[in-house]
């Protein structure tokens, strides 16, 4: 079975039981940064940006530690206050050595259970390049195991970007949601 197909299923991550889940610090902004510069897929933010993030978005966001207390995945998210029922999720990693066995669905579920039960969110939203199989499929699978609906629509075309050459970012809607 893989990663997906158990995503999909339900069935339980694989990782060590000693894995903690938890809010961002500021301090974890240095790690944060270096597992998205190492997914290779996700767009870099500045460094700055992610110490930002633990200190401004940690409510909205988690990372999940090591035996040793170090970040070895993450989800940012953010409140969206046009629509304060939709949790966006800015970005998901996990480093290399631990992906593909249900860590990031873990921490998708996690993070909204949590702000569901503190700010009574009902929706999720975030956006995908086309090219992001892998990000495809944990939204997919989550959208599955809540029972939710999924739409799908191109927030922001290729031609945006002004680097030229990125992909369109498609929005994906989840909900509603119910915990």
Known sequence: MTAAQADLAGARPEF???FAIDTPRVE??????????????LDLNSSYSYLLWCR??????????DE?????AFVTGYIRPERPEALVI???AVDAVRRGRGLAGLLLDELTARV??????????TTVTPDNTASDRLFTAYAARHGARLEREVLF????????????EVLYRIGPLSF
């Open 56 to 65: 401004d978005f940690g409510a909205t966001s988690l990372v999940a530690r």
């Open 28 to 41: 974890d902004g240095a790690a944060i940064w270096r597992i998205a510069r190492d997914s290779e897929v």
């Open 90 to 92: 800015w970005q998901v």
């Open 157 to 168: 075309d290729g031609g945006l970007f002004p680097e030229g050459g990125h992909q369109p």
């Open 116 to 125: 569901a039960g503190e700010q009574g969110i009902t929706a999720l939203e």
């Open 16 to 18: 060590p039981q000693s």
């Open 68 to 72: 040793a207390g170090a970040p070895t």
